[in-house]
């Protein structure tokens, strides 16, 4: 009888964790920006971040019919496709599928994380990216237009990028971002750098790395962040600094510490209005 229940109490905690790592979330939000053209009133972004080589079915199946269910008119890939821990370029299949299959639902915008930072082939691997059809904005802006009217996306590689010389991420960020640039939308991998996104006059920023502090307890939240400790306050949800709008996501894989706890593998689509009053408006 009792080898019964532990077997029983066994296979309902395996279950769990294979639900907690494995299950698709999908978190909606809403904005509206003063500085958004009009022609832009309902432009539908998907955000991914945080894979680190997590595969959801075969060549990404389950993720990408997810994805494509949501009608995107852009994708936003926020860092850490691969885990450096555990990739090489002959390894990096699931981040490379994923790709394959986002650039037919929607144009795929990118930013490289922390792990793509430390990763010796990161190069080879961008190239890669490029050559599937991947827009890299690595320390770069665009311009979408449509009807006569634009907005700027810009991306910013993360601090690890620039971590013999700290300063220049904050010089690159206010260059890449030009005064009175109109509806500009950031991506970037790190959330804790709001309050230089908001300086800089980013109207929304896209950012993941948090994992949603990995564990998270229902009366406490998120419960730890590398680079925030513990009760982060910057791990998932909008958060707003100044005019400044920031998403960040809960991520899709695990890196070092395999497991979910309450905090299921997300995914964010953002719908942008057009408001004639307030901006950034949740």
Same mark, same amino acid.
């Given at each position: 009888?009792?080898?019964?229940?532990?077997?029983?109490?066994?296979?309902?905690?395996?279950?769990?964790?294979?639900?907690?790592?494995?299950?698709?979330?999908?978190?909606?939000? &809403?904005?509206? /920006?003063?500085?958004? +053209?009009?022609?832009?009133?309902? $432009?539908?972004?998907?955000?991914?971040?945080? @894979?680190? !080589?997590?595969?959801?079915?075969?060549?990404?199946?389950?993720?990408?019919?997810?994805?494509?269910?949501?009608?995107?008119?852009?994708?936003?890939?926020?860092?850490?496709?691969?885990?450096?821990?555990?990739?090489?370029?002959?390894?990096?299949?699931?981040?490379?599928?994923?790709?394959?299959?986002?650039?037919?639902?929607?144009?795929?915008?990118?930013?490289?994380?922390?792990? &793509?930072?430390? /990763?010796?082939?990161? +190069?080879?691997?961008?190239?890669? $990216?490029?050559?599937?059809?991947?827009?890299? @904005?690595? !320390?770069?802006?665009?311009?979408?237009?449509?009807?006569?009217?634009?907005?700027?996306?810009?991306?910013?590689?993360?601090?690890?990028?620039?971590?013999?010389?700290?300063?220049?991420?904050?010089?690159?960020?206010?260059?890449?971002?030009?005064?009175?640039?109109?509806?500009?939308?950031?991506?970037?991998?790190?959330?804790?750098?709001?309050?230089?996104?908001?300086?800089?006059?980013?109207?929304?920023?896209?950012?993941?790395?948090?994992?949603?502090?990995?564990?998270?307890?229902?009366?406490?939240?998120?419960?730890?962040?590398?680079?925030?400790?513990?009760?982060?306050?910057?791990?998932?949800?909008?958060?707003?600094?100044?005019?400044?709008?920031?998403?960040?996501?809960?991520?899709?894989?695990?890196?070092?510490?395999?497991?979910?706890?309450?905090?299921?593998?997300?995914?964010?689509?953002?719908?942008?209005?057009?408001?004639?009053?307030?901006?950034?408006?949740?």
């Amino acid at each position: 009888m009792k080898k019964a229940v532990l077997g029983i109490v066994a296979a309902a905690a395996a279950l769990t964790s294979y639900d907690q790592n494995n299950r698709l979330t999908v978190s909606e939000y &809403e904005f509206s /920006f003063s500085t958004l +053209p009009e022609s832009f009133d309902g $432009l539908r972004i998907v955000q991914l971040s945080d @894979l680190h !080589n997590k595969r959801f079915g075969k060549k990404q199946a389950r993720l990408l019919e997810r994805v494509a269910a949501l009608a995107p008119d852009m994708i936003a890939v926020t860092g850490d496709l691969i885990d450096r821990r555990r990739t090489t370029l002959q390894t990096a299949l699931p981040a490379q599928e994923l790709c394959i299959g986002a650039v037919w639902l929607a144009p795929v915008f990118y930013v490289p994380g922390n792990h &793509e930072a430390k /990763f010796q082939e990161y +190069p080879a691997f961008r190239e890669q $990216l490029m050559q599937l059809g991947v827009q890299v @904005l690595e !320390n770069r802006t665009m311009h979408l237009s449509k009807r006569g009217a634009s907005i700027t996306i810009a991306g910013i590689a993360d601090p690890d990028f620039f971590r013999t010389q700290k300063t220049h991420f904050r010089t690159q960020l206010f260059g890449m971002i030009p005064v009175n640039a109109g509806f500009t939308m950031l991506l970037s991998h790190r959330p804790e750098k709001l309050n230089d996104y908001g300086a800089a006059g980013a109207d929304l920023v896209l950012a993941g790395h948090a994992h949603g502090g990995q564990i998270r307890l229902p009366a406490a939240g998120p419960v730890w962040v590398p680079s925030q400790g513990l009760f982060p306050p910057l791990a998932q949800g909008a958060r707003r600094f100044g005019k400044t709008t920031m998403v960040i996501s809960r991520g899709l894989g695990n890196s070092l510490f395999p497991q979910r706890v309450f905090n299921c593998p997300e995914i964010v689509c953002v719908t942008l209005r057009r408001n004639r009053k307030e901006t950034g408006d949740f």
